[in-house]
């Protein structure tokens, strides 16, 4: 569980942290249950890494249990990034038994990844306890990789107590990689209840 952290201690803990290490090629942020830590927090942290580490090439984050990050945090985040960080090959992002995180706020993501990040090779998501994942938000996920050709060579997704996701949700993400993910060497689904 983490300390009594605020989206202040964030911002002072990644802007100090980055301010001169322009060459930085990997962050790992692990904050996991810091149940203080905001949408303010995340947007935040996604200004600074974008001003400070313009060649980030891999990026972890981990903000499970946080239950005050949600859909609009995470919108402008992926933006920020999607944008703003050509270099970027994998990115790490957990959410898990995050409530504020619903199937938009997952759409929203992959929208920005499959428009913008054109370099990523190594994707992994963990919405693990998400109640609003189901079949149509997963199509909704895989479908936005229709429209621009992508590098992705290792995906790795947890929906791990996902009731809601059936055949027909397996089905469209099978469909998608075999049609549009030809890089793909690596595949991780992780479905347990």
Do not use: W
């Amino acid at each position: 569980m983490c300390p009594p952290i605020t989206d202040i201690g964030l911002e002072h803990l990644i802007t100090r942290a980055t301010k001169r290490q322009k060459n930085l090629k990997e962050l790992g942020l692990y904050f996991y249950g810091c149940v203080a830590l905001t949408n303010n927090g995340l947007v935040t942290l996604g200004l600074t890494i974008i001003k400070n580490l313009k060649s980030l090439q891999k990026l972890i984050l981990n903000f499970s249990s946080c239950p005050l990050i949600s859909d609009e945090g995470l919108r402008v985040f992926s933006n920020q990034i999607s944008e703003n960080l050509p270099d970027l090959q994998s990115l790490n992002l957990s959410f898990e038994g995050s409530s504020g995180i619903t199937s938009q706020g997952f759409e929203v993501l992959g929208s920005e990844i499959a428009k913008n990040m054109t370099n990523l090779t190594r994707l992994t998501l963990n919405l693990a306890g998400s109640k609003a994942l189901n079949d149509e938000t997963l199509k909704a996920f895989t479908s936005q990789f229709q429209e621009k050709p992508n590098k992705l060579n290792q995906l790795t997704l947890y929906f791990r107590g996902s009731k809601q996701i059936t055949d027909d949700g397996i089905e469209s993400l099978a469909s998608q990689i075999s049609s549009n993910m030809s890089h793909l060497t690596k595949l991780c689904l992780d479905l347990e209840e």
